[in-house]
Structure formats: C-alpha cells, structure tokens
C-alpha cells in the first residue's frame, strides 16, 4: 500500500486543522445552540468538580445592534434570549462572545485533539482513498470515474472515522467545554487526559459514542470532497483552465471541494456533535437525536453552523489540498 500517501495526506491535514480549529469551534458552538447546557453532566463523578461552587445561570443576552454584530452582554437578572434570537447570531458574534468572555485563546480550546484526530483520521482516509485510487484506475486509459472515485470516497470516510473517533470525541467536548456553567465544565488538561477520563468514568466505549454518525459523515465529507476535488481538477485541465501543477488549478478545485462537502454533510455533523457532547442517557439514539433537534427546534435546526461550516470547509479544504500538492511534489522522489 505505501506508506507515503498517509504520511503527505497527514502532514497536511495537521497544517490545514490547526489553522481553521477556530472556525470549527465557532461552528460546534453554534451547533449546539438550542441545547440546554444544564442538562449536560448530571453526574458529579463524571466531572471531578466541586459541585458546591456557585452555580453561575448560563444567560448571556446579545445585542447584535449592527450589520457586522456588535455584542452587549447584559445583567444576569435580564431575561435569556430565546432559541431563535441565539439561532440567528452570526459566526462573527459568536466568535467575539467567546473572546469576550472566554479570552483569545478559548478560540484553540481543543487545538490538541484537532492535532491527533487529523493525525489518525485525514491520514487513514486520504491514505486509503489514495491506495484505491490507484488500484482502480484504469492503467490504460488513466480513467478514475466519478462514481469510483465516490465510491473510495466512502470506503476511505468509513476506515479513517473508525480509526479517528475517540479523538473527535475528545475534540468535541473540548471545544463545548466553555458554554457549560463554571460547575459543570469537564476541564480537559488535554486530548490525552480527555481520552483517558472518559473512557475511565463513561467506558471505553463511550469513545466511540456517535460512530455511527461520524462514520456516515466521514463517508459523506470524504466521498464529496475527495471526489470533487478530482473530478474538478480533471475538468479544468482537460478544458484547458488549469495546469496539473498549478496553485490555482488545486485551489479553485479544493473550494468547490469545500463547498460541497459542507453543505452535504451539515445535517449529520449537527446530529453527531450533539450526541458526542452530551452524557449516554441524554438521547437514545442518532435518530432520537435528530427527531428531538428538529421537534424542539425546528428542520432548520439541521442546518446550524452551516455558514462557519463553509466558511471553515473552504478554508481547510483549500490548505489541505494546497499543501498537499506542495509535500507531494517536494517528496515525489522520496520511496518509503
């Protein structure tokens, strides 16, 4: 199989995660919007917290008085903002409200587990997607149809996710951690002390908690992006609008990528970041999940953090494969 494709899909992964980790913290965030944080870690042994802090009401009410959405956090006494006045905050709100009232650097909380999930996850799939490539390829005709090149999508998606999940449980929490009351923050040292805290007080198997749903959107994202991105690629340089080589050939490619790996895989990322953020007896189910979401908070509930969730596909999707290009090229001679 080749031990470089998972080495080129991981480096560059790593680069292109850190750099957008706080566009997908933004975009947890607003995922979560409309779930109650009080009912969340009801367990004090889960927490190792002294439960005889002062419980502080999670009831920050924003005035977004301007087109770009300026912030005024308001008393503790004011009434807390509905669930459409939150639904309606702009990534920008929400991303200045976390500096607000969290510090700059809650903007990278979960930067760690952003790390090893890209190290585990990207690499497997990218590794695995390009292996398939390369065995289903016509040798004759250098021919990789789109549905091929969808159908290793998937079966990449399906393998990284597997390899991939503790991780992203552990990157979830981290970045949810700072709009739970002071009591009841889990305050994570690192994805290490994540991985090894949940598994001790929930089981090893509360590791893979959402698989299933970080599997489907695993498939989803890599089929639609992985595919996209070759498939546009073929199209512009056999339409003469781009060059194997050229910076931007692979970046027109890795935003149409981008793009619709987003807007496919919004709705199962909602479902999967809620039941990874929340305790087992919270939902009994992917399906209950997502019947309770759009039931409490209505079908467009599916769709929250799409517009961080571009915003940051787009973004990532464009380093990933920029960068990728680059490493493959500069190892191109290199056989390992």
Known sequence: ??????????????????????????????????ENPFSLDQNPNHNNLDLNLPVKPYRPVFALDSLIGSISLLPSSTPAPSTSTRSSMTPFAVGAHIVKTEGPAALFSGVSATVLRQMLYSATRMGIYDFLKRKWTDRLTGNFPLVTKIAAG????????AVGNPADVAMVRMQADGRLPL????????????????????GVSS????????MNRAMIVTASQLATYDHVKEIMIAGGRGTPGGIGTHAA???AAGIVAAVASNP????????????????????????????????????????????????????????????RGLLKDVKF
Not at 154 to 161: P, T, Y
Not at 268 to 297: F, Q
């Open 268 to 327: 199962v990322d909602v479902v999967k970041t809620r039941m990874m953020n929340a305790d087992v007896e919270s939902y009994g189910g992917p399906l209950d999940c997502a019947v309770k979401t759009v039931s409490e908070e209505g079908p467009m509930a599916l769709y929250k953090g799409l517009v961080p969730t571009v915003t940051r596909q787009g973004p990532f999707t464009m380093i990933l494969f920029v960068t990728l290009e680059q490493i």
């Open 154 to 161: 998937l079966i990449a998606g399906a393998i990284g996710s």
């Open 183 to 202: 009591n009841r923050r889990r305050n994570y040292k690192s994805v290490v002390d994540a991985i090894e805290r949940i598994a001790r007080h929930e």
């Open 1 to 34: 199989m080749g031990f470089k494709p998972f080495l080129e899909g991981g480096i560059a992964a790593i680069i292109a995660g850190a750099l957008t980790h706080p566009l997908d913290l933004i975009k947890v965030r607003m995922q979560l919007q409309g």
């Open 207 to 214: 590791l893979w908690r959402g698989s299933w749903l970080t």
């Open 253 to 255: 490619a890795s935003f």
